[in-house]
């Protein structure tokens, strides 16, 4: 059995083992096509970004593929070309940007809870939510687990409301075999660096609307089509040539990454199955989800530890971990003040967002990591009275001895 590293040990990791890395192509594979972008003095609106809409269009199995320069940007036109005004519905358990997206449209988030084994938006709490100010509903295919897009299109349809969907995890995750991307009004992919797909910075927005994407192109790029009268205000936001190509690259050599992915992570969950108090993100059978993150769940009570006490342990370890997604969105103060008189009741929420936490993964992790770091907290577990006797010393005395305020700061 491994001894600890804050019960005297020495640490399981010399190099500290990242939450995410991108897979990049060989820079020799690219140089070819990198010289030709450059030589060609096109470094926006070139060919590269037409090829990533159309080989992205083609995998997703969509009409319509829209490159902006990042999620968020992509999230943001959407709701302003959709023309909305009042109340979005949308999980509170999501990364910031889904909320911002409707912020920035001064547009008024509407918290929903998420179900506890798939942590994703709970469209049957959704379809309470809805009143006379509903403008749209946003759903997050969380860590890449496709959400509920069958109850939330039935709902979006009943009140004839747009679905959008934060695809941000989910390039290369499928519904009952089919990619995730024609479902909704929209659905927008992320493309910057701890996504499955990397151009850098950058986003994808998938849709079968051939208005909308019109609109949408306008939008990224001033508002204007080319002749520089604006019919709306518009924003630079377009994809750049050298990261379209480093997408456009990625997406060849996606499946193959992708199942690398599934590997580790079945390899996680059975390192992991027997260790109380761990839980994972349930995945539908019949789903693919790309595991942008692997997150698992630490009920303090059956473990021994609480989840920011594991997260110190291995940060003592050398092994990152971060506390995706915590604070949820309705606890974070930019929103929080918006809700003063109306605090959501989020149970599910609250409780999921407090014993989460992701361990590391990318798609050329090494199995003998994997394997580590589930012995780490297999043995996190059997050490568990002592180590939690060390950590509470260490956080009262500032934490400078055990390591414990560079694990907090850094999540
Ligand atoms: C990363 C992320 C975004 C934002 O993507 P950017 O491309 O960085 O703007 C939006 N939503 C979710 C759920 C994300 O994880």
């Known amino acids: 059995m491994l001894q600890p590293a804050l019960l005297g040990g020495r640490p399981a990791f010399g190099t500290r083992v990242p939450l995410a890395e991108p897979t990049l192509p060989l820079s ?4 070819e096509e990198l010289r030709a972008v450059l030589d060609s003095k096109m470094l926006t609106n070139g060919s590269w970004v037409a090829t990533l809409e159309r080989v992205a269009a083609e995998y997703l199995d969509v009409n319509h593929v829209v490159a902006v320069s990042s999620c968020s940007v992509g999230l ?5 070309c959709l023309g909305l005004t ?28 998420c179900e506890p084994d798939t942590m994703n938006i709970d469209p049957g709490h959704a379809a309470s939510l809805v009143g006379p100010r509903t403008a749209a509903i946003m759903g997050v295919h969380v860590f890449g687990a496709p959400c509920n897009l069958d109850d939330l299109g039935l709902l979006a349809t009943r009140h004839s409301l747009p679905l959008v969907i934060d695809a941000a995890h989910a390039f290369g995750s499928r519904v009952a075999g089919a990619p995730v991307g024609a479902q909704g009004a929209a659905q927008v992919y992320s493309l910057s660096p701890t996504k499955v797909l990397v151009a850098g910075e950058g986003g994808l927005i998938a849709t079968n609307d051939g208005t909308l994407a019109a609109q949408l192109r306008t939008a990224r790029n001033y508002g ?22 480093l997408a456009a690259a990625g997406l060849r050599y996606l499946e193959s990454n992708l199942a690398r992915r599934l590997r580790l992570v079945s390899e996680y969950r059975a390192g992991l199955a027997d260790i109380p108090g761990i839980g994972f993100q349930s995945v539908r059978e019949c789903d693919r989800s790309t595991y942008k993150d692997f997150t698992i769940t630490v009920c303090p009570s059956e473990f021994g530890l ?9 940060d003592s370890e050398g092994v990152a971990s971060r506390r995706y997604f915590y604070p949820p969105l309705h606890e974070q103060r930019v929103y929080k003040d918006r809700l003063r008189s ?53 956080r009262s005395q500032g934490g400078s001895s055990v390591g414990v305020s560079a694990a907090v700061s850094a999540v």
Request: with cysteine; hydrophobic share 45%.
């Open 86 to 113: 009042g109340e979005v519905i949308m999980p509170s358990f999501t990364f910031c940007a889904t909320g911002h997206a409707a912020l920035w449209n001064g547009l008024e988030p509407v918290f929903c809870d």
């Open 342 to 394: 109306v605090r959501p009741s989020l149970p599910a929420t609250e409780r999921v967002s407090r014993q989460v936490l992701t361990l590391p993964l990318y798609s050329h992790m090494p199995r003998e990591t994997v394997d580590m770091i589930c012995d780490l907290i297999r043995a996190a577990h059997a050490n568990r009275r002592a180590l939690a006797r060390v950590i509470r010393s260490g």
């Open 28 to 31: 020799d594979v690219l140089a």
């Open 306 to 314: 609480d989840r920011d006490q594991l997260a110190a342990y291995l």
């Open 76 to 80: 943001i036109l959407v709701l302003k």
């Open 224 to 245: 204007h089509d080319g002749d520089y009268d604006c019919q709306m205000a518009g924003i630079n936001g377009r994809l750049a040539e050298i990261n379209a190509l």
